[in-house]
C-alpha cells in the first residue's frame, strides 16, 4: 500500500457516505478500528510498518502498522544504549498506542510515548498529506498537540511519526517476586500504594494479580510485583531494600540483562528466548478495599489486573502539555481484565458482566469529578457518539474522564480542520456546532 491509496480510500468513502475506519495493530479493546454499525470502509495499515533508526540524530521515524516489538528491535540493533518508552506489550500497533498516549516501564523515567513525538507525516479529510512544513506552524502545533494523546483516528490517518529516543543503560536489573495471601499480600500491597509513586524515578514495579487453582483445587490469589531498574543489580537491589523492604527481595532475586531483553522479561518471556521473539505479532497470556477485591476476584473464572505507577517525570509534565492528562496527583493507573473462549452470547454476557461488578466495587478507591480513564483502555459503557449526530454535551460525558480540561481544546482542534466530521467513531471527537442543548450546558 502505498499514501495514494490511502487518498483513495478516503475520496471513495466521502463518495458513496461511507465511514472509514483506520486499524493499525487492531488492539481497540472497543474493535472501533474494525468495527460498525453504519456502512464503513476499513482501512488496513499493518502493511504500513516502516521503521528508520537515527542514532546520530536521537531519533526515528515509524509507521502506525508497526508492531512495539519491531520498533524496540530495530532500535537496539543500532544501539545498546538507546531505547523508548512505550508499553509492555510488544505486539501492540505503534499507531493507536501512540496517539492515545502510550504508558509503559520508563514513564516514570521519561513520560509516555506520546511526550517524544516531534514529527509527524498524516492525510487530512480532503486528502492532503500534511507535515510540519506543509501546514504551517499555527496549524501544525494545534493538530500535533491533538493527535499525541487524542486518539489519531478523530484527526487524519496517520502515515509516520517521528520520535525522540531515550537514553538507557547498558545493563538494567529486573526482578519478579509473588505474594500469597497467606504471605501476607494485602499488607505488602497496601504498602506499595503508599510508596510506589514516590519512588526513585529510575524505578518502576508492576503489579500483577491472577487468581490461580492450586493443585488442590482451592483457588489463591498471587500478587506479583515485576520491577525495572535503569541501573545494576546492587543498586537495584539496595533501592527496593531501603525504600520498599516489606517486599523482601533479596539478590537472587534481581537479575541483569540489557534494555532489550528487559522487554521479553515483561512481555513473559524468561526462558532464554531468542530477541527475535518480540517480532511475533502473536499476543501471550502468563497465567477493608483489598479484602472485598480479593472476594471478587475469586468469583472471577480467568482474571487479571496490572497496577501500573505514576510518579517521577509524570509529577513533572503539565496536564495539558499534550491531551494525555493523567500527571501528577496520579499514584497508579488499574487495568481489568478478563478472558473468555465460550462463543456462547451468555457466557460472554456472565464475564462482562463480572467485570462491571467489579469496576463498581472499586469506584469508592480511584479518581472521582471525574472517574479518569486511559483513552488506550477504552470503554463504550462510558457513553458514546450518535451514528449521524454528535454534540457537545453528550461527548463532553465520556470526553472528560479520557481528557480531563483538554476535551475543550480537542473539540476546537477538531472543527478546525475536520469540521465536517469525516473522521468519526462511536468515541471520536467531535466539531463543535452550537445547538440548543449545548447553548443551556455551557
Not at 14 to 40: I, M
Not at 119 to 139: F, K, P, Q
Not at 405 to 421: A, C, E, H, I
Request: include cysteine; charge should be neutral.
Amino acid at each position: 500500500m502505498v499514501e495514494s491509496h490511502i487518498q483513495a480510500a478516503i475520496y471513495c468513502s466521502k463518495t458513496y457516505g461511507l465511514q472509514l475506519r483506520v486499524r493499525s495493530g487492531g488492539h481497540d479493546y472497543e474493535g472501533l478500528s474494525f468495527v460498525a454499525d453504519s456502512p464503513f470502509l476499513m482501512l488496513d495499515m499493518s502493511h504500513f510498518r516502516q521503521i528508520d533508526v537515527n542514532i546520530e540524530e536521537n531519533s526515528a521515524w515509524v509507521q502506525p502498522g508497526a508492531i512495539l516489538g519491531e520498533l524496540y528491535y530495530k532500535i537496539a540493533e543500532k544501539s545498546k544504549i538507546h531505547g523508548f518508552s512505550a508499553g509492555l506489550c510488544p505486539t501492540i500497533g505503534v499507531g493507536g498506542h501512540f496517539s492515545g498516549g502510550g504508558v509503559g516501564p520508563m514513564m516514570r523515567k521519561y513520560g509516555v510515548a506520546a511526550d517524544h513525538i516531534v514529527d509527524v507525516r498524516m492525510i487530512d479529510s480532503e486528502g492532503r498529506i500534511l507535515t510540519r512544513a506543509s501546514m504551517g506552524e499555527n496549524l501544525f502545533w494545534a493538530l500535533f498537540w491533538a493527535i499525541r494523546g487524542g486518539g489519531g483516528a478523530s484527526f487524519g490517518v496517520i502515515i509516520a511519526y517521528k520520535i525522540n529516543l531515550v537514553p538507557v543503560p547498558p545493563t538494567v536489573s529486573v526482578f519478579s517476586v509473588s505474594k500469597t495471601l497467606e504471605q501476607g499480600a494485602s499488607k505488602v500491597l497496601y504498602r506499595y500504594q503508599e510508596v510506589v509513586d514516590k519512588l526513585d524515578e529510575d524505578l518502576f514495579i508492576r503489579v500483577s494479580i491472577v487468581p490461580t487453582t492450586d493443585q488442590s483445587g482451592n483457588k489463591t490469589i498471587p500478587v506479583a510485583f515485576s520491577s525495572l531498574f535503569l541501573g545494576s543489580a546492587k543498586d537495584h537491589l539496595s533501592l527496593i531494600q531501603t525504600s520498599f523492604p516489606e517486599l523482601g527481595v533479596q539478590s537472587k532475586d534481581c537479575k541483569e540483562m540489557s534494555w532489550i531483553q528487559s522487554v521479553l522479561f515483561f512481555a513473559g518471556y524468561r526462558n532464554g528466548e531468542s530477541i527475535d521473539t518480540i517480532l511475533d505479532k502473536t499476543p501471550q497470556f502468563r497465567k477493608s478495599g483489598l479484602e472485598g477485591l480479593w472476594k471478587i476476584l475469586l468469583e472471577g473464572d480467568t482474571s487479571l489486573i496490572f497496577f501500573l505507577p505514576f510518579g517521577g517525570k509524570m509529577n513533572e509534565i503539565p496536564e495539558s502539555a499534550i491531551p494525555f492528562p493523567h500527571r501528577k496527583g496520579n499514584i497508579y493507573n488499574i487495568q481489568y481484565i478478563a478472558m473468555w473462549t465460550e462463543k456462547e452470547n451468555a457466557q460472554a454476557e456472565r464475564h462482562i458482566a463480572w467485570v462491571k461488578k467489579l469496576y463498581d466495587y472499586m469506584a469508592p478507591y480511584v479518581s472521582k469529578n471525574p472517574r479518569a480513564t486511559y483513552l488506550n483502555y477504552r470503554d463504550l459503557d462510558l457513553g458514546q457518539n450518535g451514528n449521524t449526530k454528535t454534540n457537545y454535551s453528550q461527548a463532553l460525558v465520556w470526553g472528560s474522564k479520557y481528557f480531563k480540561n483538554n476535551f475543550d481544546r480537542l473539540v476546537r482542534v477538531k472543527t478546525t480542520v475536520d469540521p465536517s466530521n469525516f473522521f468519526r467513531n462511536e468515541q471520536s471527537i467531535p466539531p463543535f456546532k452550537m445547538e440548543v442543548d449545548d447553548f443551556l450546558v455551557n
